[in-house]
């Protein structure tokens, strides 16, 4: 078999993207973020989807050109078929589907999820089989056991808000400037973690919950701002670093239980939330600490992009995982 090229869109959320694969090296990468967003605190659906309609043709046509290869030249199209918001889940879908008609080629229909876990294929040093990762974003909390390219067991999940919510929620309770979550962990590098303390929470087996601790944050400043109303603008480095240490703590004793449970040293995060630095710096005093070999993504494979869409396709076309023209957006698509 020749080695396949693929195009691969990604517009699950916000970001509308486009990558170009060949033989399991990624030639372009093209994301376009909206901006549209930032005036209202957070991501309003039916503007994301009218923003990918406009900037798909630009990003594929870019991606294309980047990576210097003809329409001609493609073997399939790769989409994300969710989970994501459905407007603009369909926007990616629907141009992929006739995009692919158009060149009567394979269509490859890929589980957002499932991607951010396979970037770590995309560039060296790549995880070894089987491994953890714990997969973190605004939509989701998991942790997940890796037993080959597409054989995945979901074993460990959040049972109410995911960690990145948690973050973003608690930004906008101290008044931080959309998108909250980078500003939260911008503002903890300047900050005490050890200032104050908040509950860590502890769920069943590998199992999550986060909505516990946004209420002891939203009770914590209600009585702080009445003894002094200027509470949170004194002490907005401490609160930050204070929170975001009890959430990394949080994670990463699940992490760590399942590590031990299993008998797995190979570790890997994945998703929005591990652009984070201070998850970042801690996992690495973990993987010292207890001997892991952990594999952190670049952060352009952090956040949503297509690059991680195409090297999904590329193990899929591998084994002719192949979707009809039949197929529609999956907005709560499950592994």
Known sequence: MTEPTILAIESSCDETSAAVIRGGKVLSNIVNTQAVHEQYGGVVPELASRAHQQNIIPVVTQALLTANVAKSELNAVAFTRGPGLLGALLVGCSFAKSFALGLGIPLIEVNHMQAHILA???????????????????????????????????????????????????????????????????????????????????????????????????????????????????????????????????????????????????????????????????????????????????????TDNAGMIAIAAHYQYLKGEFATQYVSPEPRLKF
């Open 120 to 302: 770590h294929f995309i560039d060296d040093p790549k995880p070894q089989f089987p491994f953890l990762c714990l997969t973190v974003s605004g939509g989701h909390t998991q942790i997940v056991l890796v037993k080959d390219h597409l054989d995945m067991e979901i074993i460990g999940q959040t049972t109410d808000d995911a960690v990145g919510e948690a973050f973003d929620k608690t930004a906008k309770m101290l008044g931080l400037p959309y998108p909250g979550g980078p500003m939260l962990d911008k503002m903890a590098a300047q900050g005490d973690p050890d200032a104050f303390e908040f509950p860590v929470g502890n769920m069943p087996e590998y199992n999550y919950s986060f909505s516990g601790l946004k209420t002891s944050v939203l009770y914590f400043l209600r009585d702080k701002t009445k003894e002094n109303p200027n509470f949170v603008q004194d002490n907005l480095t401490d609160i930050c670093a204070s929170v975001q240490k009890t959430l990394i703590k949080t994670l990463l004793k699940k992490l760590k239980k399942a590590s031990k449970d299993l008998g797995i040293r190979e570790i890997a995060i994945a998703g929005g939330v591990s652009a984070n630095s201070g998850l970042r710096n801690t996992l690495q005093e973990y993987a010292v600490k207890h001997n892991w070999n952990v594999y952190i993504p670049a952060f352009q494979y952090c």
